[in-house]
T-cell receptor, first 119, second 113 residues
Framework: GAVVSQHPSRVICKSGTSVKIECRSL??????MFWYRQFPKQSLMLMAT?????????EQGVEKDKFLINHASLTLSTLTVTSAHPEDSSFYIC???????????????FGPGTRLTVL | QQQVKQSPQSLIVQKGGISIINCAYE??????FPWYQQFPGKGPALLIA?????SEKKEGRFTISFNKSAKQFSLHIMDSQPGDSATYFC????????????FGKGTRLHILP
């Protein structure tokens, strides 16, 4: 099956610093990648959608200058949390969608998530 | 506006029993309905998915029942096992539109040994 990885799996940083999270599709080309945020015991909330080589589309209420998304290749997307604050502490999950054998037209493959803690 | 409503919020089932989770949607443009399983500290994993042209889909112990007219769908886990204890999310998406997957709020399932 299609595999999506995230790095790092967890990160702790000081308030005011920036943190970059990588999302990679390991065995397929991801035409579209999605970034989600999940608070404890809550559902996944879509933050933004990115297509390779174009600007990301952000959901309403998500600050594009705070959450920078780059989708530079068909296998890599990055999310940078700029000037992180404690309220940005959350579980960040990416997913990827692309042409892969045996998948539904709309199947997204999720990464294992990145736990961000801002002190 | 919550586009996908999921119930119950939590569920406790005896080992060997049937776990049933229900979802309802509002947007008639949705045409792809996946269910995800998530363990603590992990990303969600696709369990089973259905399209509205069929009323039921079964994969092993997992079955989706779909009622297009009522805009409802449900997940049945037969012969529930302690290893099935996890959070389950129903979701909906419109293929060939924006590809966004809208998640329900989740059901925390606990299977008693």
């Amino acid at each position: 099956g299609a595999v999506v990885s995230q790095h790092p799996s967890r990160v702790i940083c000081k308030s005011g610093t920036s943190v970059k999270i990588e999302c990679r599709s390991l065995d397929f080309q991801a035409t579209t990648m999605f970034w989600y945020r999940q608070f404890p015991k809550q559902s996944l909330m879509l933050m933004a959608t990115s297509n390779e080589g174009s600007k990301a589309t952000y959901e309403q209420g998500v600050e594009k200058d705070k959450f920078l998304i780059n989708h530079a290749s068909l296998t890599l997307s990055t999310l940078t949390v700029t000037s992180a604050h404690p309220e940005d502490s959350s579980f960040y999950i990416c997913s990827a969608k692309g042409a892969t054998s045996g998948s539904s037209d709309n199947e997204q493959f999720f990464g294992p998530g990145t736990r961000l803690t801002v002190l | 506006q919550q586009q996908v409503k999921q119930s119950p919020q939590s569920l406790i089932v005896q080992k060997g029993g049937i776990s049933i989770i229900n979802c309802a949607y509002e947007n008639t443009a949705f045409d792809y309905f996946p269910w995800y399983q998530q363990f603590p500290g992990k990303g969600p994993a696709l369990l089973i998915a259905i399209r509205p042209d069929v009323s039921e889909k079964k994969e092993g112990r997992f079955t989706i029942s779909f009622n297009k007219s009522a805009k409802q769908f449900s997940l049945h886990i037969m012969d529930s096992q302690p290893g099935d204890s996890a959070t389950y999310f129903c979701a909906a998406s419109a293929v060939n539109r924006d590809d966004k997957i809208i998640f329900g709020k989740g059901t925390r399932l606990h299977i008693l040994p």
